[in-house]
């Protein structure tokens, strides 16, 4: 019999999709407005909240590249799943150059020919694909994480790892009397081996695996813990950038213990919460089919914005900031997956949204 496909997954791909894209909403529009303004207290506040968008992408991938019961070949993973990445990578850092050369000739009214500049920003890429480095890292570290992972103990103790140093390089370092210290001691180790997105990766697979271990009071502790953390990170996050003059994304950098804590809390809740009997067929397909197309959505997503507050000014803060950010994500997300969807149907584009 078929194993059935596990919706949980598609759900938690397409809500961190949307959380993104409302980031990047905000983004455009957060730097240019006082930070102590309402307007720019609910943008950090909602740009805070959501953290967690980025690390539910990359636990997903980690449930599955990790799963030991799916062959993965370091070949496959270059030829299979970062060649792939390639051409659309190219193709949308392409777009995005042009659309920065035409918005610069639009307002110097000059074109510049330093094309060495053009081909770095095209091999660098724009803003929203450092992802694409990130993840490829990932998968040239599986085969190696793939070993850890095997191993309850091993991986656990990674984990822990990770969790404690990443807090010591984040805010240990900022500690009165002992931070110098700390930096000094952490400058020392150089023990960059764990302080980078791995600890998402492993954690993808482990709380997936173990997750029935796992009491139900933990679970809604760590529920209710995750929801504390959220408003920690908009508080702190606030005050913090008042304190600051402009937004600082201190207590809500993706590494921080409490985005750790709070993305293993909502990717659980994801696990246990969500299952195929909560849809209709019909439903299900609409899922799936938003799923499919959410790297591709992710790619494209950022020049739609772009286009959309050249052609149209609307901004976040229009009317009313507690809606707009919604309103023009809801409008950019719909837009995205009709363009990804009818560009996967033309054979020469169907490579650059998958």
Known sequence: MKNERQIEFDVLRIISMYFVMLTHVCGMEVHNILVDSFDGIVLNCLMAAVTWDVPIFIMISGR?????????????????????????????????????????????????????????????????LWFVFMICGLYIATPILRKISEDKKTTKYWIM?????????????????????????LGKMNFEIVLGFSVYYLLGYYVYIYKDEISVNVQRGL????????????????????????????????????VIICSIGIYLWGLNCIHSGMFSDSIKKVIFKLSEHSMGMYFAHA???????????????????????????????????????????IPLLRKVVR
Request: hydrophobic share 50%; glycine share 4%; with cysteine.
């Open 64 to 128: 599955f590249f990790l799963d030991s019961s799916k062959e993965m070949t370091t070949a496959k993973i270059y030829k299979k799943y970062i060649m792939r990445l390639v051409a659309p990578f190219i193709f949308w850092s392409v777009m995005m150059n042009i659309l920065y050369i035409y918005n610069d000739y639009k307002m110097t009214g000059v074109i510049s020919l330093n094309w060495k500049m053009y081909l770095v920003n095209i091999i660098t890429g724009p803003y929203h």
């Open 161 to 185: 790892l990770s969790i404690i140093f990443l807090s010591l390089k984040i805010y240990g370092v900022k500690l009165p009397l002992i931070g110098e210290t700390i930096s000094l001691i």
């Open 223 to 258: 529920y209710f813990l995750s929801l504390l953390l959220i408003i920690f990170s908009c508080i702190a996050t606030t005050v913090h950038s008042i304190h600051c003059g402009k937004t600082n994304e201190f207590f809500s950098v993706y590494q921080s213990p409490n």
């Open 303 to 345: 020049i739609v914005l772009e286009v959309v507050f050249l052609l149209t000014g609307i901004k976040p803060t229009y009317i009313s900031v507690l809606i707009m950010p919604f309103v023009i994500t809801t409008l950019l997300y719909i837009i995205c997956f009709l363009l990804v969807a009818f560009m996967s149907k």
